[in-house]
């Protein structure tokens, strides 16, 4: 199992910003510092760990190099988080962690495009994740709608409810279609970076919608941990954080628009 070892607790958004350092010494780099809310280290054999070997060049110096546990990777935390428990996520030290030189994934200085391919990738993935959450709050929550009887029906059948879900219904659709075309565009070769960053921002939107109304939908029972409704609820809200926020996807998304309307 391996891991992506990028954002620090200095920088998160601002990625580029890292300050784990690689000093070359002979045929191996020294890495030294940490690395914050990195999924699935607490399981990790193989670290993907980004680091700069010239300051001075900025993020042209950042570096992608594969690091093995046992070459001293020190997991100092494992985070207690809201959600997605079923995954582990930790802080990382790096103290005087030699690595060969053979190990520098790609070119030196190059880990930037690394990092950048692999995270406009994920949010395909992530995408996907939400869509997941979304569909299934909604499959667990609409049945209980045609169970629950008050004032004499269903509690479905009023037409305020209806609204409600027919509502996510068409969001859920659309977070889908969002999501796929992305993944047609990457499977395909062609440019797919604002696809990608539209699937994330709203899959990751609808999550929260429909999660929170299943919950509601359900009353006290969606607030027990009797049904998964509030697990959904507390699973979504990462999808609004990681592999680039909300904002960021809006940002990308907008600059992308600016350069194409601009020529």
């Known amino acids: 199992l391996g891991c992506f070892c990028l954002s620090e607790a200095a920088s998160g958004s601002d990625a580029f910003a890292l300050q784990t350092r690689a000093t070359k010494d002979g045929d191996h780099y020294v890495i030294n510092g940490s690395k914050m809310w990195i999924t699935n280290s607490a399981e990790a054999d193989i670290f993907l760990v980004?680091?700069?070997?010239?300051?001075?060049?900025g993020y042209k110096g950042i570096t992608c190099f594969v690091v093995e546990r046992d070459m001293g990777v020190v997991i100092a935390k494992k985070e207690k988080k809201l959600g997605i428990r079923a995954s582990s996520t930790c802080q990382l030290?790096?103290?005087?962690?030699?690595?060969?030189?053979?190990?520098?994934l790609g070119e030196v200085g190059k880990g930037y495009?690394?990092?950048?391919e692999i995270l406009n990738e994920g949010r395909i993935g992530i995408a996907a994740q939400m869509l997941g959450i979304a569909q299934g709050a909604f499959d667990v929550a609409l049945p209980y709608l045609f169970q629950r009887k008050q004032f004499g029906q269903f509690i479905g059948d009023f037409q305020a409810m209806q609204h409600q879900y027919a509502q996510i219904a068409v969001d859920i659709e659309?977070?889908?279609?969002?999501?796929?075309?992305?993944?047609?565009?990457?499977?395909?070769?062609?440019?797919?970076?604002k696809e990608a960053a539209m699937a994330k921002l709203y899959a990751s939107q609808v999550a929260e919608r429909a999660s929170s109304k299943a919950v509601e939908w359900m009353g006290g029972v969606g607030f027990t941990r009797d049904v998964p409704a509030e697990k959904f609820y507390r699973d979504?809200?990462?999808?609004?954080?990681?592999?680039?926020?909300?904002?960021?996807?809006?940002?990308?998304?907008?600059?992308?628009?600016?350069?194409?309307?601009r020529e």
């Open 93 to 104: 030290s790096f103290d005087d962690v030699r690595v060969p030189a053979a190990n520098v």
């Open 174 to 193: 659309a977070a889908r279609l969002l999501t796929y075309n992305a993944a047609r565009l990457k499977e395909e070769g062609k440019p797919f970076i």
């Open 113 to 116: 495009k690394i990092a950048i």
């Open 236 to 261: 979504c809200k990462i999808g609004a954080i990681y592999e680039g926020t909300s904002n960021i996807q809006l940002q990308t998304i907008a600059k992308i628009l600016s350069k194409d309307y």
């Open 50 to 57: 980004f680091a700069n070997v010239d300051p001075s060049k």
